[in-house]
């Protein structure tokens, strides 16, 4: 009698476990920030995204994998440790650019899941084979650049470059993730000394440009001012030019015209000139009172004597003589 009793509570017990374990692993829940991929029997299903209550087969049928929606970030050449300060890793970001300099270079890589199927099953590591992605893919894009383009002005190119390759490495292994955007953090050189040479070639380089610059700014304002002078000059000499032409053109119609005029009458246009000229010249003219009897005052200044002032009267006083 016990030993069934015994029986009857152990399979109570068992049936109380089952189902506790039905009512709590048929249903799940999923936030705004999250997705999941039911697993039956280690076979994924079509994965789930949207947030809310959900319900599904209990375990050990069936079991959920939840996975982040939001975006991730790889420290590539540092990390923050546990006080927050961020340590280097030299050897990790080493490398030798096209013109066989050494160089260190960090970044950070922006990712993302965008398939949890293909990231849960595809790789063991899915992480470890983008840090190594990563590595490859910047390593080769420093590898084909100078160093001035890694330390300069090149930046940027080879930030696409890098996204470009990464993203391409990251699609053919198929991991279920894409990549977001690269940001270089630093590229320096790995010697204190190597950078201040550096830094002073640099300098040295920007003052060249700058110097180059602003001789051409000076050749160009001088070559628009010498340009600006001889288009006025120019202008000057076309101006005075068609002055020339249209006064000589009215000359020439004048005199034909008078000589058009003096045919129809010479004698009357003779006299008439003869009077017009003389009416511009006696006005000007001085006139002179010759003597020619042998004296020796042989003119008379009329002139002279008009302008000169006569000298102020003598005035008499009472009771006196001049």
């Excluded at 030993?3 to 799940?28: C, D, E, K, M």
């Excluded at 000394?193 to 051409?216: P, Q």
């Excluded at 058009?260 to 009172?289: G, H, S």
């Amino acid at each position: 009698m016990s030993t069934r009793r015994a029986s009857i509570a152990a399979g109570l017990v068992i049936a109380g476990v089952i189902l506790l374990v039905v009512a709590f692993t048929t249903w799940y829940t999923i936030d705004e920030s999250e997705q999941a991929v039911v697993i039956t029997f280690g076979k994924a299903d079509t994965p789930v995204t949207e947030s809310g209550l959900h319900f599904k087969l209990p375990w050990p049928i069936q079991q959920i994998e939840k996975l982040s929606k939001e975006t991730y970030s790889l420290q590539f050449g540092y990390k923050q440790d546990a006080s927050g300060e961020l340590v280097s890793y030299d050897k990790e970001t080493k490398m030798i650019t096209g013109d066989e300099y050494i160089v260190l270079a960090d970044l950070i890589v922006q990712w993302k899941i965008t398939d949890p199927e293909k990231y849960l099953f595809n790789a063991q590591d899915p992480q470890e084979i983008l840090h190594d992605s990563t590595s490859a893919s910047i390593r080769s894009i420093i590898g084909s650049s100078t160093i001035d383009a890694s330390l300069t002005d090149g930046k940027a190119e080879i930030e696409a470059k890098t996204r470009e390759l990464l993203t391409s490495l990251v699609n053919t292994y198929d991991i279920g993730i894409s990549i977001q955007g690269v940001k270089l953090q630093d590229v320096e050189l790995p010697n204190a000394e190597v950078r201040a040479a550096f830094t002073a070639v640099t300098d040295a380089r920007e003052t060249k440009n700058t110097k180059i610059n602003e001789a051409n700014k000076y050749r160009n304002q001088r070559t628009s001012e010498a340009v600006g002078e001889r288009d006025a000059i120019k202008s000057r000499a076309i101006g005075q030019k068609t002055a020339r032409i249209e006064q000589a053109l009215g000359d020439v119609a004048l005199f034909n015209d008078l000589h058009a005029e003096y045919k129809k009458n010479t004698a009357i246009t003779r006299q008439r000139l003869i009077i017009e000229t003389l009416e511009q010249v006696l006005p000007k003219a001085k006139i002179y009172i010759m003597n020619d009897d042998g004296e020796t005052l042989k003119y008379l200044p009329l002139q002279q004597m008009e302008n000169q002032t006569p000298p102020p009267a003598e005035t008499k006083t009472e009771g006196g003589n001049n």
